[in-house]
Each structure stands twice: as C-alpha cells, then as structure tokens.
Nanobody, 117 residues
Framework: QVQLEDSGGGLVQTGGSLGLSCAAS????????MGWLRQAPGKERESVAA???????YYADSVKGRFTISRDTAKNTVHLQMNNLKPEDTAVYYC???????????WGQGTQVTVSS
C-alpha cells in the first residue's frame, strides 16, 4: 500500500513561483511513475507532469519551460517546481503514483494553487 501526501500550494501573483512536494510512504521507487495532475473548477483533470524510469519526463505543452518535476529517491519524494505562474494555472494539484503514467493507482489529497492576476 502506498500513501501520498502532497503539499506546498498557496496563493501567488502572476509571474511568481511555487514548489509542490509529494511524500510517498510505502515502496515506490524508480519503478513507479510519479506525476502531478490538476483540476480547475468546471474543467477535466489534466496531467501536468510525470516522471518514470531513468528520469524520463513528460510535461503538458501548457507548462513546458515553466514547470520542472524531480524525484528524491532517498527521501521518497517528488517535487514540482512551478515558475512564471499564470492565472490559468489555478487549480487543485494532485500527486499520483502508479506502474504507468497512464494509469495511476495512488493519489494524494490535493493542494490548491491560486494565481492572481
């Protein structure tokens, strides 16, 4: 059983930065895909970034060049650094883990990110 606890959300102005963290308990390791997804009010949940295997990464087009996902295997944490934030980045962000980035099994509780214009 894997449990995920995500944190680090908050309120920031346009152009600002935030870092999200996801602490995983239980065995995950590099064999698991770890990702961040977000859901804005009235919109479908979308994948923002993912990391799997030997540092393979995925980024949604809307965040490329602004967001960076990284993993600290020793601490069993995944971090999402978000720079140059825009109002359209406002959403609840969820950490997720699973055998594939297309089918996550475990989810964090979500953390709110609000970007003011």
């Amino acid at each position: 059983q894997v449990q995920l606890e995500d944190s680090g959300g908050g309120l920031v102005q346009t152009g600002g930065s935030l870092g999200l963290s996801c602490a995983a308990s239980g065995r995950t390791g590099s064999s698991y895909a770890m990702g961040w997804l977000r859901q804005a009010p009235g919109k479908e949940r979308e994948s923002v970034a993912a990391l799997w295997g030997d540092e393979n990464t995925y980024y949604a087009d809307s965040v490329k060049g602004r967001f960076t996902i990284s993993r600290d295997t020793a601490k069993n944490t995944v971090h999402l650094q978000m720079n140059n934030l825009k109002p359209e980045d406002t959403a609840v962000y969820y950490c997720a883990a699973g055998r594939s980035r297309y089918a996550y099994t475990y989810w964090g509780q979500g953390t709110q990110v609000t970007v003011s214009s």
